[in-house]
């Protein structure tokens, strides 16, 4: 089955936060997952696709770079979305179809908002998804932690499904392009 990583929104603004926004819930932990499963898919040789949201930073600029930290390979590809949505007004779905990809194993930000699209997005689109659920991460709001938003997601994520395509979330030390979603058919 071919399979592809999908990292989402893992800017340098977003993730560090600013004047106006805090930094993202155990942000080095999800630098350091993120490495790992980047390291997972070379070794595997799965495409590696990127995300950038042109509302971080005004889209420009080092803050609206991927974070410094991650390893970003020449062999991956940058798309960059106006949208919410991953798939929205990008060439990402597109792209995907043209490798044959069947499998995305999803990590990013934030978690409430692009990535919990992202997911229910790709099901709709016949992926099935691992989202990596020590491998996403937020700010919290008002009336959830960072933490709880997380949990709930992982919660009502694992087992989303859209007919015959559906998520399940499993962690990064787990086998991820190991695909379990036939378990479950």
């Known amino acids: 089955m071919k399979q592809a990583l999908l990292i989402i ?3 340098q603004e977003l993730v560090e936060g600013n004047q106006e926004e805090k930094c993202v819930f155990n942000k080095e932990g999800l630098l350091d997952n993120i490495n790992l499963v980047i390291e997972k898919a070379l070794t595997l040789n799965h495409p590696i696709v990127f995300i950038r949201d042109k509302d971080v930073a005004e889209g420009k600029g080092p803050g609206f ?3 410094q930290r991650l390893n970003v ?3 991956s590809v940058v798309f960059d979305k106006e949208a919410t949505n991953s798939f929205y007004g990008t060439p990402l779905l597109g792209y995907l179809k043209e490798k044959g990809i069947k499998h995305l194993v999803i990590m990013g930000c934030q978690t409430e908002h692009c990535i919990d699209t992202a997911v229910r997005t790709a099901t709709v689109n016949q992926f099935d998804v691992t989202l990596v659920g020590d491998g996403h991460s937020t700010t919290g709001s008002d009336i959830l932690s960072a933490k709880q938003v997380i949990s709930h997601h ?3 994520l694992h087992g989303h499904y ?3 395509h559906f998520s399940v ?3 990064v030390d787990e086998d ?3 695909p379990i979603h036939n378990n479950y058919r």
């Open 154 to 156: 992982n919660k009502i």
């Open 73 to 75: 390979p020449a062999s």
């Open 169 to 171: 979330v499993r962690t």
């Open 9 to 11: 929104d893992v800017q």
């Open 176 to 178: 991820l392009f190991e």
């Open 162 to 164: 859209n007919v015959d």
């Open 65 to 67: 770079n991927i974070h």
